[in-house]
Protein backbone atom coordinates (compact mmCIF):
# COMPACT_ATOMS: atom_id res chain seq x y z
CA UNK A 1 0.00 0.00 0.00
CA UNK A 2 2.75 2.54 1.08
CA UNK A 3 4.48 1.35 -2.04
CA UNK A 4 1.35 2.49 -4.40
CA UNK A 5 1.07 5.76 -2.54
CA UNK A 6 5.04 6.22 -3.56
CA UNK A 7 4.31 5.56 -6.95
CA UNK A 8 1.17 7.37 -7.80
CA UNK A 9 2.87 10.99 -5.80
CA UNK A 10 5.49 10.28 -8.12
CA UNK A 11 3.46 9.50 -11.35
CA UNK A 12 1.72 12.82 -9.97
CA UNK A 13 4.53 14.49 -9.79
CA UNK A 14 5.75 13.49 -13.28
CA UNK A 15 2.36 14.25 -14.56
CA UNK A 16 2.80 17.85 -13.46
CA UNK A 17 6.25 18.74 -14.88
CA UNK A 18 5.34 17.11 -17.97
CA UNK A 19 1.60 19.40 -17.84
CA UNK A 20 3.36 22.58 -16.68
CA UNK A 21 5.90 22.56 -19.68
CA UNK A 22 3.38 21.77 -22.21
CA UNK A 23 1.02 24.89 -20.83
CA UNK A 24 4.26 26.90 -20.71
CA UNK A 25 5.17 26.35 -24.65
CA UNK A 26 1.49 26.58 -25.50
CA UNK A 27 1.34 29.81 -23.79
CA UNK A 28 4.28 30.87 -26.00
CA UNK A 29 2.62 29.44 -28.81
CA UNK A 30 5.81 27.11 -29.19
CA UNK A 31 4.53 23.26 -29.60
CA UNK A 32 4.84 21.54 -26.52
CA UNK A 33 7.77 19.52 -25.09
CA UNK A 34 7.99 15.89 -25.06
CA UNK A 35 8.61 14.26 -22.41
CA UNK A 36 12.48 12.88 -21.86
CA UNK A 37 13.42 9.61 -23.18
CA UNK A 38 14.02 6.75 -21.38
CA UNK A 39 18.13 7.01 -19.76
CA UNK A 40 17.99 11.08 -19.82
CA UNK A 41 18.94 12.70 -16.63
CA UNK A 42 15.24 13.43 -15.70
CA UNK A 43 13.91 9.52 -16.24
CA UNK A 44 17.64 8.68 -14.15
CA UNK A 45 17.11 10.77 -11.20
CA UNK A 46 13.06 9.72 -11.25
CA UNK A 47 14.39 6.41 -11.22
CA UNK A 48 17.04 6.82 -8.18
CA UNK A 49 13.84 8.79 -6.25
CA UNK A 50 11.62 5.97 -6.23
CA UNK A 51 14.60 3.46 -5.41
CA UNK A 52 15.45 5.37 -2.41
CA UNK A 53 12.16 5.69 -1.26
CA UNK A 54 11.33 1.98 -1.55
CA UNK A 55 14.37 1.46 0.55
CA UNK A 56 13.60 3.98 2.49
CA UNK A 57 10.38 2.57 3.05
CA UNK A 58 11.55 -1.08 3.96
CA UNK A 59 13.57 0.50 6.34
CA UNK A 60 11.05 2.28 7.86
CA UNK A 61 8.38 -1.01 8.36
CA UNK A 62 11.89 -2.11 10.69
CA UNK A 63 11.25 0.67 13.37
CA UNK A 64 8.05 0.84 15.75
CA UNK A 65 7.51 4.63 16.76
CA UNK A 66 4.85 7.24 17.91
CA UNK A 67 3.07 9.30 16.43
CA UNK A 68 0.81 12.49 17.68
CA UNK A 69 -1.24 13.57 14.93
CA UNK A 70 -3.39 17.25 15.06
CA UNK A 71 -5.71 18.55 12.69
CA UNK A 72 -7.26 21.83 13.33
CA UNK A 73 -9.78 24.09 11.34
CA UNK A 74 -8.92 27.66 11.72
CA UNK A 75 -11.81 30.12 11.44
CA UNK A 76 -11.60 34.07 11.42
CA UNK A 77 -8.38 35.59 13.32
CA UNK A 78 -6.57 32.27 13.07
CA UNK A 79 -8.60 30.84 16.39
CA UNK A 80 -9.21 27.05 16.51
CA UNK A 81 -12.48 26.00 15.40
CA UNK A 82 -12.54 22.53 15.29
CA UNK A 83 -9.52 19.93 16.25
CA UNK A 84 -8.73 16.06 16.16
CA UNK A 85 -5.97 14.56 18.09
CA UNK A 86 -4.30 10.96 17.60
CA UNK A 87 -1.32 9.55 19.72
CA UNK A 88 -0.28 6.12 18.59
CA UNK A 89 2.15 3.79 18.99
CA UNK A 90 2.38 2.47 15.49
CA UNK A 91 4.58 -1.14 15.16
CA UNK A 92 4.54 -3.28 12.01
CA UNK A 93 4.26 -6.87 11.90
CA UNK A 94 6.44 -9.96 10.26
CA UNK A 95 4.90 -9.35 7.19
CA UNK A 96 5.12 -5.16 7.11
CA UNK A 97 1.45 -4.81 8.16
CA UNK A 98 1.49 -1.82 10.30
CA UNK A 99 -0.18 -1.97 13.69
CA UNK A 100 -1.38 1.15 15.51
CA UNK A 101 -2.41 1.08 19.20
CA UNK A 102 -3.70 4.40 20.10
CA UNK A 103 -2.65 6.03 23.13
CA UNK A 104 -4.46 9.11 23.17
CA UNK A 105 -7.65 10.21 22.12
CA UNK A 106 -10.27 12.84 23.46
CA UNK A 107 -13.41 13.51 21.77
CA UNK A 108 -12.81 15.04 18.79
CA UNK A 109 -13.92 18.78 18.10
CA UNK A 110 -13.73 18.02 14.42
CA UNK A 111 -14.46 15.16 12.54
CA UNK A 112 -12.00 14.28 9.67
CA UNK A 113 -13.54 11.77 6.82
CA UNK A 114 -12.14 8.22 6.83
CA UNK A 115 -9.55 8.55 3.97
CA UNK A 116 -8.14 11.70 6.04
CA UNK A 117 -7.43 9.38 8.71
CA UNK A 118 -6.44 6.36 6.67
CA UNK A 119 -3.42 8.94 5.28
CA UNK A 120 -2.20 9.47 9.01
CA UNK A 121 -0.41 5.67 8.15
CA UNK A 122 1.37 7.31 4.78
CA UNK A 123 4.52 9.64 5.12
CA UNK A 124 2.06 11.50 2.11
CA UNK A 125 -0.49 13.03 4.08
CA UNK A 126 -3.76 14.16 2.94
CA UNK A 127 -6.41 14.66 0.13
CA UNK A 128 -9.30 16.99 1.65
CA UNK A 129 -12.09 16.52 -1.30
CA UNK A 130 -9.16 16.21 -3.82
CA UNK A 131 -7.71 19.39 -2.78
CA UNK A 132 -3.82 18.97 -1.03
CA UNK A 133 -2.82 21.00 1.84
CA UNK A 134 1.08 22.13 1.50
CA UNK A 135 3.02 20.24 3.09
CA UNK A 136 6.65 20.94 5.33
CA UNK A 137 8.29 17.66 5.55
CA UNK A 138 11.20 17.17 8.32
CA UNK A 139 12.85 14.40 8.67
CA UNK A 140 16.16 13.44 11.18
CA UNK A 141 19.41 10.73 10.64
CA UNK A 142 19.17 8.15 13.63
CA UNK A 143 22.79 6.38 12.11
CA UNK A 144 21.24 4.52 9.92
CA UNK A 145 17.92 6.42 8.37
CA UNK A 146 16.43 9.84 7.56
CA UNK A 147 13.10 9.11 9.36
CA UNK A 148 10.41 11.61 9.80
CA UNK A 149 9.94 14.27 12.82
CA UNK A 150 7.52 16.59 11.58
CA UNK A 151 4.94 16.94 8.84
CA UNK A 152 3.67 20.19 8.69
CA UNK A 153 0.67 21.95 7.18
CA UNK A 154 -1.58 25.50 7.60
CA UNK A 155 -3.00 26.06 3.75
CA UNK A 156 -6.18 27.33 2.51
CA UNK A 157 -8.27 25.00 0.70
CA UNK A 158 -11.20 25.82 -2.01
CA UNK A 159 -13.51 22.60 -2.45
CA UNK A 160 -15.39 21.71 -4.87
CA UNK A 161 -18.54 23.37 -3.02
CA UNK A 162 -16.59 26.70 -3.73
CA UNK A 163 -15.99 27.07 0.51
CA UNK A 164 -12.75 28.38 1.49
CA UNK A 165 -11.47 25.86 4.45
CA UNK A 166 -8.11 26.54 6.50
CA UNK A 167 -6.49 23.24 7.81
CA UNK A 168 -3.43 23.19 10.22
CA UNK A 169 -1.98 19.86 10.28
CA UNK A 170 0.92 18.59 12.64
CA UNK A 171 2.29 14.95 12.91
CA UNK A 172 4.88 14.44 14.74
CA UNK A 173 7.00 11.20 14.66
CA UNK A 174 9.13 10.18 18.11
CA UNK A 175 10.85 7.81 20.14
CA UNK A 176 11.83 5.42 17.26
CA UNK A 177 12.71 2.25 18.53
CA UNK A 178 14.25 -0.71 16.10
CA UNK A 179 14.66 -3.26 18.61
CA UNK A 180 11.28 -4.05 19.06
CA UNK A 181 9.26 -3.19 15.67
CA UNK A 182 8.42 -6.29 13.90
CA UNK A 183 5.96 -7.31 16.70
Known amino acids: MRRNCLLRFLAATLCAVVFSSAVAAAQAQEPPVKPAPAGTDEARI ?30 MGRQVTGEYFRRSRISFDPQGVMRERVIKMPVPGLAPSQTDIDDLNT ?14 YY ?15 DDELELKSGAVVRVRIRVKYRDYDSTGARQ
Open 46 to 75: VAQLVAKETAFQRAFAGYSFEREAIIQSIG
Open 123 to 136: IQLFVLEEVFPTFD
Open 139 to 153: REHDGRSWLPSTVFA
